[in-house]
């Protein structure tokens, strides 16, 4: 088999294959695609660990799966997932193994990273996170004043930030209600100031989440916490008592203040978009307790397994890995809705924007080269019902096609009168009324006067796939994640591109760094930038 990376992908035979069959089958429709196969809504489903995907609303026919499953194969997409598992360098442009399944890894597994077993230290940092998290739940840690913590500030920002609230959020159900969590990301002082204008500096603790230790808005708020915690407290040797830090740079750590024996630790083959389930997760670990952290690491693992081994017709991230794919690079597909219908899911689409988008918003593939295709489509959504009375509009009766994932759950947490068949009953009927829509003869037949009728008249044929779980426990959290982990790495895999670097954030930092001298200079700054920016921090300088 040619090698994928140095196979261009428009290259690829099944690539030219899907473009000369996409001409064919574009202008088919779902309607007539369910008429012709009435077993096609049981056929096109697949289930593991707990997820029942069905992806027969798709616009695709048997022949379009089989060339996206040749596609994969043609991408390499084994040999990158053997590569991946095994501990390789994958992440080229760092040196960087890409390991965040063995932060799932149960501790007989062995996983290899420059000939040492990586398992072992990632268990000696749960049981560490375990302990302390079980001194924090039953009281017995003690602040400063000898109080026990009632309050867990987590300060950090992107994967440090995102996982930490998805997961707080979604896990609510779970969670040591006694106890008040907060998350600190944003530097703009009103997310600090609202964030703890109610909190007690005696009874409040301080995650530092941060892999590298150096982002500017999550040092900044680090700052703030400490002296918003001394001016009350006093005595440095408080620190000790309401901060500790998560992080793979115990140099910044150990210089900021913070005791290395309160530090949890990662590695940098866990990137910051994947590292939840790392001590990045060390507030859920609060939250839920270690035992339930433990389901959610299994579910993470049960995905992980399944990705591994099942053959790729049967495999639920290659299958929604590859439909992306589909309809980003042959339907021009701009973006791809989330759409949960789970409230304690609320945070679940911000959560996958920096997953998807930072992971896959490349444009050079693992050679160097520009890429001639699109890559990531933009990830949004919303939970519903809520959603549908905001942009389903757009999406029933847009110009745009919007691919979109429906995700629900049979039980409730929360059951209540028949709040939740009401809940069932949307997503079912939404995927529905995209799918197949309203004609122009239904329009009439329900009296619709002719001016209104086009109006009136919905398309269909706007692709879904529906997800049905259970119920919403740590271990279905841990399996959706990966699910669009490993979803991401097909896509990734496909595209010929690194998924796991992320040089696009650099340029807006170190200019930002440079602004922000500026704007707070002293003496008047003599700025080289373009007329627009010197313009706005003259603008900005002559209103402080
Ligand atoms: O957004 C850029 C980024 O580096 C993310 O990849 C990362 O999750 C975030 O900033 C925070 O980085 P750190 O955890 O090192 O503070």
Known sequence: MPDPIKTPLRQRPAWQQLTAHHDQIRARTLRELFDRDPERGRRLTREACGVYLDFSKNRITDE????????AQQSGLRERIDAMFNGEKINITEDRAVLHVA???????RILVDDIDVVPGVHEVLTRMAEFADKIRDGSWRGHTGRSIKNIVNIGIGGSDLGPVMAYEALRHYSQRELTFRFVSNVDGTDFAEATRD???????????????????????????????????????????HFVAVSTNADAVSAFGIDVMNMFG???WVGGRYSMDSAIGLSTMIAIGPDAFGDLLA?????????????????????????????????DA????????????????????????????????????????DTSPIYWGEPGTNGQHSFYQLIHQGTRLIPADFIGFLHSLNPLGNHHDL??????????????GKTPEQVRAEGTPDWLVPHRVFEGNRPSNTLLVDRLTPHALGVLVALYEHSVFVQGTVWSINSFDQWGVELGKVLAKTV??????????QLAHDSSTNALIRRYRAAR
């Not at 989440?209 to 001394?230: G, I, P, Q, V």
């Not at 922000?516 to 700054?525: H, K, Y």
């Open 64 to 71: 379009t799966l089989g060339l996206l499953l040749e596609l």
């Open 103 to 109: 932060l799932r890894a149960p501790s007989s597994q």
């Open 199 to 241: 909190l007690d500096p005696a009874e409040t603790l301080f995650i530092i989440s941060s892999k590298t230790f150096t982002t500017l808005e999550t040092m900044t708020n680090a700052h703030t916490a400490r002296d918003w915690c001394l001016r009350t407290l006093k005595d440095e040797a408080a620190i000790a008592r």
């Open 266 to 268: 990662f590695w940098d």
């Open 299 to 331: 579910g993470f693992h049960d995905m992980d397994e399944h990705f591994r081994a099942a053959p790729f017709a049967e495999n639920l991230p290659v299958i929604m890995g590859l439909l992306t794919v589909w309809y980003s690079d042959f339907f």
């Open 334 to 373: 701009q973006t791809q809705a989330v759409l949960p219908y789970d409230q304690y899911l609320k945070r679940f689409p911000a959560y996958l924007q920096q997953l998807t988008m930072e992971s896959n918003g490349k444009h050079v593939t693992l050679t160097g080269a520009q890429v001639d295709y």
């Open 423 to 436: 809940l069932t009953a949307n997503v079912f009927a939404q995927t529905e009324a995209l799918a197949f």
């Open 516 to 525: 922000a001298d500026e704007l707070e200079s002293t003496d008047e700054p």
